[in-house]
């Protein structure tokens, strides 16, 4: 056993077999360890739930092991990572075995006349980027969390970030997978080549599947040249109308942007309160551009379109350290929105995600609502991909704002659906979207998914309580005639 104390080792049943697959610095019953585990970054305390035992696979055999033996014990275990989820994806939902990745977090080759690198899941996004940094290239689509998150856990979730606008999400950049199903059979998804046709595309369904089909071990990622110009700065609007409307007429126009980030006045506020930045409470666009050749062109035709939205000042900056400063209040947002008043909490955390050219009608939406009921509704987000993360601000201690928030909240995200878009952007389903799978699939499409999920786990052992609705009342997705 690991050196935490073993005490509850024998309430929690007979988990033996891991001591089989696994040496004892791997394996731990101890509070501290479950209590790390119960949760993610999503999960409130009251929603957390202790696995039985926290386990630490460093090769994918041990990973393989591990399954098997738990699936044929009907024993859940729910892959964790960095623990950075939204939604609850790596709460151990039915407790069991949290297996925790973080251990296989080596680099294992680079190919940079390929443009790839091979990594295990547990390397760290922005490891990544370090690695190959050297070679001139990067991983593009990391999340804002990529210093804190890892390559699995954004491949789990399809993570995605600022610069999606320009260079697409994880999906996009994952060429072949190892993963282990959950009977513990090791199976390759994709290919090293960047195009192919053939057979089911197993890797895409592997992609944003929460950990519920398999768990990824290993993975080739294609990298992009570093551009060798960057440039960034911010837009400040006097009305979140002009700002909303200067983001699509930018997309729209094809304006080659890597970043553009919006951030209303409240979210300003609340930046300035935890940054004491002093800037204007207003409405305001960051971002950036990339680009080998030809970037003043580019700025100089967003400047254009943003002045033909009233822009009050746009500010680029000419060296690195001035343009981190003009970011500053974007890069901080996370905490400053969590941090802004002690007697509010945030809600689960809003990821719509529109059709770009409901974008402006999206952020109305969420202001007038928000004034409506007389809520503190920060918006901001990666504007460009018409995704709008919102936070919806209560007191927890008022039963009435809590309900009055949380309809807002649900109003928001099926607004959002019905205009065309998502629940979630890139944060995945988790615990926290599974009321809205079906009114954004249909039942038909749920049914695909479901049966997808029982063919590929018919014990429902690999992250249960996740994504179909019915887990949400405590049921597991098996296969009907267990039902
Ligand atoms: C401050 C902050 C900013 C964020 N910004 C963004 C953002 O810009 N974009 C974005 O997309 N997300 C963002 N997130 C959310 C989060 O960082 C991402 O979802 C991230 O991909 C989760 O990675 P993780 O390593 O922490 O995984 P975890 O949270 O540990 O796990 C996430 C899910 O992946 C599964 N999983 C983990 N590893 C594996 C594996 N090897 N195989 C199979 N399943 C696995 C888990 O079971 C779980 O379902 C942010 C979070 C925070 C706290």
């Avoid at 009251?46 to 041990?62: D, H, K, L, M, Q």
Wanted: net charge negative; glycine share 10%; hydrophobic share 40%.
């Amino acid at each position: 056993m690991a050196s935490e104390a073993n005490d509850e080792r024998a309430a929690e049943g007979d988990l033996g077999f891991l001591d089989d697959v696994l040496n004892e610095e791997q394996v731990s019953f101890g509070s501290s360890d479950r209590d790390n585990h119960a949760g993610d970054w999503g999960t409130p305390e009251e929603r957390e739930v202790r696995p039985s035992a926290v386990v630490w696979p460093e090769s994918t055999a041990e990973v393989s092991g591990v399954l098997e033996a738990a699936n044929a014990r009907d024993m859940p275990v729910t892959p964790y990572a960095a623990g950075t989820g939204l939604e609850g994806n790596a709460t151990p939902a039915h407790g069991g075995i949290s297996m925790d990745l973080t251990r296989m977090d080596s680099v294992l080759d680079r190919r940079p006349e390929d443009f790839q690198i091979d990594v295990e899941a547990g390397v760290i996004g922005s490891a990544v980027d370090e690695a190959v940094g050297g070679d001139g290239l990067t991983f593009p689509p990391l999340p804002s969390s990529g210093d804190i998150s890892t390559i699995g856990g954004m491949i789990a979730t399809d993570a995605s970030g600022m610069q999606t606008v320009k260079y697409g999400e994880v999906r996009d950049w994952v060429l072949e997978l190892e993963a282990v199903l959950a009977d513990g059979t090791v199976i390759t998804a994709g290919s090293k080549a960047v195009k192919t046709s053939s057979g089911y595309n197993l890797k895409d369904l592997l992609v944003g599947s929460e950990g519920t089909l398999g768990v990824v071990t290993r993975a080739t990622l294609q990298l992009a040249g570093r551009p060798e110009q960057i440039r960034g700065g911010r837009a400040i609007f006097g009305d979140l109308e002009d700002a909303t409307a200067a983001v699509f007429d930018a997309v729209r126009s094809g304006v080659d942007v890597a970043r553009i980030e919006l951030l209303d006045d409240t979210t300003v506020a609340m930046a300035n309160a935890y940054l004491d930045t002093g800037l204007p409470d207003a409405p305001m666009v960051f971002l950036e551009f990339h680009a080998n050749h030809g970037i003043e062109e580019e700025i100089e035709f967003c400047r254009s379109l943003f002045e033909a939205k009233d822009v009050e000042r746009f500010e680029m900056a000419a060296e690195k350290e001035e343009m981190a400063e003009l970011w500053q209040a974007r890069r901080e947002l996370a905490y400053a929105v969590d941090s802004y008043d002690p007697d509010l909490t945030p809600l689960h955390p809003g990821d719509v995600t529109v059709p770009i050219s409901k974008y402006p009608e999206t952020v109305r939406y969420i202001k007038e609502l928000a004034a409506e009921h007389g809520l503190l509704v920060p918006c901001f987000g990666h504007a460009g991909d018409g995704n709008v993360h919102y936070s919806v601000l209560v007191d927890p201690a008022d039963e009435a704002d809590v309900e009055r928030g949380e309809a807002v909240y649900g109003e928001i995200v099926e607004r959002a659906i019905s205009w065309g878009g998502t629940a979630t952007g890139e944060h995945g389903i988790g615990q926290g979207k599974r009321e809205y799978l079906k009114a954004e699939h249909g039942p038909e499409s749920v049914e695909a998914m479901r049966a997808v999920k029982r063919a590929l786990d018919p014990n429902d052992t690999l992250n249960p309580g996740k994504i179909f609705p019915e887990t949400a009342e405590g049921k597991r997705v098996r296969a009907p005639a267990d039902d």
